[in-house]
């Protein structure tokens, strides 16, 4: 059974970091694309960063660039995000995903959820003073 579990969400200051984590079981991150997404309430969910494993490139929102980093560690068949810089406009739960791309499967858009069909439970992260 596939499942994705995300972790590491929490209160934190402007200015300050987190590290959220995505621990896979049930497959191997191998040949699966990675993405992170938030949703805020009352807005659309959005992607963060995507991991397309097709070409191991990673994609990140203009609005994260910089201050983002997705990371794998395959031995724990684990990914995560660390977040640095946090602003009061990040705060949003955020979602670990996704997807079978098998060999020479590339993805057309790793920020967009659409992409993904395996999705892992939210984590809460609030940035405030």
């Known amino acids: 059974q596939v499942q994705l579990v995300a972790s590491g969400g929490g209160l934190v200051q402007p200015g300050g970091s987190l590290r959220l984590s995505c621990a896979a079981s049930?497959?191997?991150?191998?040949?699966?694309?990675i993405g992170w997404f938030r949703q805020a309430p009352g807005k659309e969910r959005e992607g963060v960063s995507g991991?397309?494993?097709?070409?191991?490139?990673?994609h990140y929102a203009d609005s994260v660039k910089g201050r983002f980093t997705l990371s794998r560690n395959n031995a724990k068949n684990t990914v995560y995000l660390q977040m640095n810089s946090l602003k009061p406009e990040d705060t949003a739960v955020y979602y670990c995903?996704?997807?079978?791309?098998?060999?020479?499967?590339?993805?057309?858009?790793?920020?967009?959820?659409?992409?993904?069909?395996?999705w892992g439970q939210g984590t809460q992260v609030t940035v405030s003073s």
């Open positions: 049930g497959f191997t991150l191998d040949d699966y694309g």
């Open positions: 991991f397309d494993s097709h070409d191991a490139t990673t």
């Open positions: 995903a996704a997807v079978y791309q098998g060999a020479g499967l590339g993805l057309k858009d790793p920020l967009g959820w659409y992409e993904y069909d395996h």
